[in-house]
C-alpha cells in the first residue's frame, strides 16, 4: 500500500533513555545541584546582575511558574550574599531640636542594640545618680548657700523699708492679706479706731507723711520678688549643673563605644542637654508608678508624661543585622506598601492619635538595606500603591517613611517626618513574560530601573550534560527534601517523563516544580512499595497516579464516545466527514479528544463558511484557517475558471469555544471528500494546519492528540485499519506511551506522517491526488481531477443561469467572495 510510505516506524514514536546512560547506582552516589538544571542563560544573566554595581541594574526573572525561578534567584542570590561583607543596623532617634524630624543612625552591624541598651541604662543609672546627687551633703550646702545668700539680700531690702516707714512715722506689718502701713504715735501703733479719734489736723499730718510709703512698698516687693527669682535661677543652674555633671559622666562612657560616629556624639550631647534642662521632670520620675491601672486622671496623665519622657532617650533599632551572615536576602511574600517602604504606627490617648521615634517600623526595603529583595511582580501590582513605593525608593535611592493618609488624603496633617535612610539593595521581580513586557512598553520607569533581564526557558538540550544536570538536580531535591534516593532506572524513568512534559525528543522540560512533584510522589510510592531507594517501577506509578487522579473527564468522554452519546466513527468511510483531534486541557492536566469534522459543498457564490464563526464560537486563529482554505482551492483548482462555491465547514457536536489551526487540514480533506464525491476512511484521525499552497504545518499536542484516538480506537476494539496522521514535523514531538508504541509495533494501530494535502488525501481514500500536468489539469481518475471537475462544472452551471436570453458570455476568471472559516470536522455529502 501507497500508505505505507508515510508510516512512522515504531521505535521512532517516542524515546526511551537507557538507565546504563548514568554512571551511577543511586543518586545517593552524585553531588547534588541545589539550583536548576538547564538554565544556562538564566545563570548567566543573574551572576551579570548580581556581579554588577550601577544605578537601574535591579533584575526581573521572566519565566513560566514552576520553571524554577524563586528557588534559581534564593539559591545564586544567597551564595553571593554570603560573600559580602554585612550592612550597617539602622535606628531612629528623637530629634531635640526639631522634634517632627526624627534622626536617621547608622551603625556597624550589632550595635544598634548596644546602643539601645546603653541608653536605657544611661537613662536608668542617670535617675539614681541625680538622686543621689541631689542628696548628697556638698549639694544642700552649695543650696543653703544661695539661699541663704539670697534670704539674707532680701532681708536687707525689708529692713531698709522698715527703717524708712519708722523714719515717717509708721510700722510695717504681715498680714494674710499682705504688707499694711501702721501710724505710730508716741512709740505706740494706732489702731483703726485710735486713728479715727485723733484730730483732724493730725490726720492729715499722718497722712502727708505717709504719701510715699506704698510705692517705696512696692518698690520693695520688687526688689524682693526679683532675689527670689534669682535664688531660683541659681538653684535651677546649680541642678542643671549638677545634672550635667552626673549625666555627663555616663555619656562620657556610652561617648566612647562610638568614637567615629559624629552623629552618636550629637545626639548623646544633645540627650543631656536635654535632661539638664528637664531635671526636675526628671527627677519627678520616681514619684510616678510605672505599671498598674490609673486609678484616676491625674495619674494617668502623669503616667503619659512619663512614658512621653522616657522616650525621648529612646533609640528605635529599625534594622538590626547582628545576626546576619553576609548580606542579607529578604523575600517579603506579602509585598503591600507598608510592608515594603515601612510605616508609623500611632496610640490613643485621652481620644487623640500619637506617635513617636520609637513606633516607626521598618519594611522589607529597610531589612534588604545593603543586600538583596526579592519579589514577585503580581503581589507587588495587585497592592494599591505598593509598585510606586518601590519605585519611588529605587528613582531617589532612599527609604522615605510617609505613611498612606499623607500622600491620598487632601488636608495635610501634622505627624513626623522621619530622616530618610540612603537605599543601597538589588531588587530582584520574579514575574510572567506577558507582564515584564507590559511594564516595559507601559511604565516609563521600568526600563530604567529594571535592566537586567533574566530568562527562564521552558526547556533544555537533551544531551548528556544536561542529563547529569538532571540527574544532579533529582539528587537535590532528594536531599533538600529528605526523600528517598533514586536508581538510575528511576532516574531515567522521571527523565522520559520530562521529555514527555515537553512532547519533544530531543529536548526535556526546564521545569523545577514538576521534577520536585515527581520526587515527592516517587518517593512516597517506593516507601509505600518498602523500598528504601525509588526505582523505575515507583516513579510509573507516581506518574499514572497523577494521572488518574485528573483524568476522570477524559474517561467520561471516553465512555459518551463508546456509548454513542458523542458520534464518533472508528470503521467505514464516509464522504466529507473526517476525525478531527484537538486537546483540552484542565488544570494541569492535558488529553486529546476527537470530534466529528464534516463538510457541505454546493453551488454558489457564498465561498467557504465556518459555522463556528457565524455563531462567533470560533477563535480568531481558527478563523484565519479556514480562510486560507479558499486560497488554497483557489490556487489550486480556479486559475481558468472562477471558483463557484458555496461550503459549509462544521465541528458536530461542539458545544465551547474553537480556537487554533490544527483541524484546518480535516477540514480541508473534508471539503475534497465532498467535492470529489469520495469517501474517507474513518478508521484514521487527522491533526496538522495547512497553508494556502498546501503544505501541512505542525501543530501542538500531538502526542495527547494520538493518545486520544487510539483509547477511543481501544474502546470500539482495534483493527489493525486504525491511525492518526500527524505533520511530517511533529515526528520528533511524539512521546507516545508504551501501549501505544506496541500497538504500533504489532500492526494494530498506525501513525502517519505527511508533508502536504495530496499525501493525506491518498492515505484517507485509498486513491491517487493526482499530479498536475502541464496544462494545469490532473491525472485523470485522481483525487484533484476528480475536484477540479466537480468545481469546473458548478463554474459552467452558475454561467448557465446567468446567461441573459440571446447571449452567451464566456466563463469570467474571477473568483467569488469566499466566506470566513473555522476548524471544523466535516461531514459534508456532496452534492451534484
Same mark, same amino acid.
Given at each position: 500500500? @501507497? ?7 515504531? +521505535?521512532?514514536? %517516542?524515546?526511551?533513555? +537507557? ?34 554595581? %550601577? ?95 539670697? *534670704? ?15 523714719? %515717717? ?43 510715699? /510709703? ?22 535651677? $543652674? ?37 535632661? @539638664? ?35 525621648? =532617650? ?78 519611588? *525608593? ?17 488636608? &495635610? ?39 537586567? $533581564? ?46 514527555? /512534559? ?21 518517593? =512516597? ?10 526505582? @523505575? ?38 464522504? @466529507? ?17 476527537? *470530534? ?45 475558471? &472562477? ?11 461542539? =458545544? ?77 514531538? /511524539? ?39 502541464? !496544462? ?5 481518475? *485522481? ?16 454561467? +448557465? ?26 461531514? &459534508? !455529502?456532496?452534492?451534484?
Amino acid at each position: 500500500m @501507497a500508505e505505507k510510505r508515510w508510516r512512522v516506524p515504531a +521505535d521512532r514514536l %517516542a524515546w526511551r533513555c +537507557d538507565p546504563d546512560t548514568f554512571g551511577f547506582q543511586t543518586t545517593a552516589e552524585l553531588e547534588a545541584l541545589n539550583g536548576i538544571a538547564g538554565q544556562e542563560r538564566a545563570n548567566k544573566a543573574m551572576a551579570f546582575g548580581i556581579d554588577i554595581d %550601577a544605578e537601574g541594574y535591579n533584575l526581573f526573572l521572566v519565566g513560566s511558574p514552576g520553571s524554577g525561578r524563586w528557588i534559581a534567584a534564593r539559591t545564586q542570590i544567597e551564595e553571593r550574599a554570603r560573600t559580602e561583607p554585612r550592612p550597617p543596623d539602622w535606628c531612629y532617634v528623637h530629634n531635640f531640636e526639631d522634634s517632627d524630624q526624627p534622626i536617621a543612625l547608622s551603625l556597624p552591624a550589632g550595635q544598634g542594640q548596644q546602643l539601645a541598651r546603653d541608653m536605657e541604662n544611661l537613662v536608668t543609672e542617670g535617675q539614681e545618680q541625680i538622686l543621689k546627687a541631689f542628696q548628697a551633703d556638698e549639694y544642700e550646702e552649695q543650696k543653703s548657700a544661695i539661699v541663704r545668700s539670697h *534670704s539674707e539680700r532680701r532681708d536687707a531690702v525689708m529692713e531698709a523699708l522698715q527703717a524708712r516707714a519708722r523714719e %515717717a512715722g509708721f510700722l510695717i506689718q504681715m498680714t494674710p492679706a499682705g504688707m499694711v502701713t501702721v501710724p505710730v504715735v508716741e512709740d505706740q501703733a494706732l489702731t483703726p479706731e485710735q486713728f479715727e479719734q485723733l484730730p483732724d489736723e493730725q490726720k492729715r499730718e499722718i497722712e502727708e507723711r505717709g504719701r510715699e /510709703l506704698p510705692s517705696q512698698i512696692e518698690q520693695a516687693f520688687r526688689q524682693a520678688r526679683a532675689i527670689d527669682r534669682e535664688a531660683q535661677e541659681q538653684v535651677r $543652674k546649680l541642678d542643671q549643673e549638677v545634672a550635667r555633671q552626673v549625666i555627663g559622666q555616663l555619656v562620657d562612657q556610652v561617648r566612647r563605644k562610638y568614637p567615629d560616629n559624629e552623629k552618636v556624639t550629637r545626639f548623646l550631647e544633645a540627650a543631656q542637654s536635654d535632661i @539638664a534642662e528637664h531635671v526636675e521632670e526628671f527627677r519627678s520620675l520616681e514619684q510616678i508608678p510605672e505599671d498598674g491601672p490609673a486609678i484616676n486622671m491625674p495619674v494617668a496623665i502623669a503616667q503619659m508624661q512619663r512614658e512621653e519622657m522616657l522616650n525621648r =532617650y529612646k533609640v528605635n533599632v529599625l534594622v538590626d543585622n547582628s545576626g546576619t551572615e553576609g548580606a542579607p536576602v529578604v523575600c517579603e511574600v506579602h509585598p503591600t506598601y507598608y510592608n515594603l517602604v515601612g510605616k508609623m504606627d500611632f496610640r490613643v490617648r485621652f481620644g487623640v492619635m500619637v506617635t513617636d521615634p520609637n513606633m516607626i517600623k521598618a519594611g522589607a526595603l529597610h531589612r534588604a538595606n545593603g543586600g538583596y529583595l526579592v519579589l514577585d511582580i503580581m503581589d507587588v501590582i495587585a497592592n494599591p500603591l505598593a509598585w510606586d513605593g518601590l519605585k519611588r *525608593s529605587l528613582r531617589s535611592g532612599q527609604m522615605r517613611i510617609e505613611n498612606l493618609g499623607e500622600q491620598m488624603g487632601l488636608i &495635610p496633617t501634622a505627624t513626623l517626618q522621619p530622616e530618610p535612610i540612603p537605599l543601597h539593595a538589588k531588587v530582584a521581580l520574579i514575574g510572567p513574560p506577558m507582564l515584564y513586557y507590559l511594564l516595559h512598553s507601559l511604565d516609563p520607569d521600568f526600563a530604567r530601573l529594571f535592566k537586567v $533581564k533574566v530568562d527562564f526557558d521552558t526547556e533544555m538540550d537533551r544531551d548528556e550534560a544536561h542529563l547529569a544536570q538532571y540527574a544532579a538536580m533529582i539528587a537535590g531535591l532528594t536531599r533538600r527534601e529528605k526523600m528517598l534516593p533514586f536508581s538510575k532506572g528511576a532516574v531515567a524513568c522521571a527523565v522520559q517523563w520530562a521529555a514527555r /512534559l515537553r512532547e519533544d525528543q530531543f529536548k526535556l522540560a526546564a521545569s523545577h516544580r514538576a521534577a520536585r512533584e515527581i520526587v515527592a510522589e516517587a518517593s =512516597y510510592w517506593a516507601r509505600q512499595n518498602g523500598r528504601e531507594v525509588v526505582e @523505575a517501577e515507583d516513579v510509573s506509578q507516581a506518574i499514572e497516579a497523577r494521572e488518574y487522579r485528573s483524568r476522570m473527564l477524559e474517561e467520561k468522554i471516553q465512555e459518551w464516545i463508546a456509548n454513542g452519546t458523542i458520534m464518533i466513527d472508528t470503521e467505514g468511510q464516509v464522504t @466529507a466527514q473526517v476525525n478531527g483531534l484537538s486537546v483540552i486541557s484542565l488544570g494541569g492536566y492535558a488529553f486529546g479528544r476527537p *470530534s466529528r469534522i464534516t463538510a457541505r459543498t454546493f453551488l454558489g457564490r457564498g465561498g467557504v463558511v465556518n459555522i463556528e464563526r457565524e455563531v462567533e464560537m470560533g477563535g480568531r486563529i481558527h478563523n484565519k484557517g479556514v480562510l486560507i482554505l479558499s486560497g488554497y482551492l483557489g490556487g489550486r483548482y480556479a486559475r481558468n475558471v &472562477p471558483l463557484s462555491l458555496s461550503a459549509t465547514l462544521t465541528f458536530e457536536q461542539l =458545544y465551547e469555544d474553537v480556537e487554533g489551526d490544527s483541524a484546518s487540514a480535516a477540514e480541508l480533506y473534508a471539503l475534497l471528500s465532498s467535492l470529489a464525491d469520495l469517501p474517507v476512511s474513518q478508521s484514521i484521525a487527522v491533526t496538522g494546519s495547512v497553508n494556502q499552497r498546501g503544505e501541512i504545518q505542525p501543530v501542538g499536542g500531538v502526542t495527547h492528540k494520538i493518545e486520544g484516538f487510539y483509547h477511543t480506537c481501544k474502546a470500539r476494539g482495534l483493527t489493525g485499519e486504525q491511525g492518526v496522521i500527524i505533520p511530517q514535523q511533529n515526528m520528533r514531538n /511524539l512521546m507516545l506511551k508504551e501501549e501505544v508504541v506496541e500497538a504500533a509495533r504489532n500492526g494494530r494501530f498506525h501513525i502517519w506522517a505527511v508533508r502536504t494535502v495530496d499525501e493525506g488525501i491518498e492515505i484517507l481514500t485509498g486513491a491517487p491526488a493526482g499530479r498536475q500536468l502541464a !496544462d494545469g489539469s490532473f491525472e485523470e481518475g *485522481s483525487v484533484n481531477d476528480r475536484v477540479m471537475w466537480r468545481l469546473r462544472r458548478f463554474a459552467e452551471t452558475m454561467r +448557465d443561469f446567468s446567461v441573459e436570453p440571446g447571449t452567451e458570455p464566456p466563463i469570467r476568471r474571477e473568483v467569488a467572495p469566499v466566506g470566513a472559516g473555522l476548524e471544523g470536522d466535516g461531514s &459534508p !455529502d456532496a452534492e451534484e
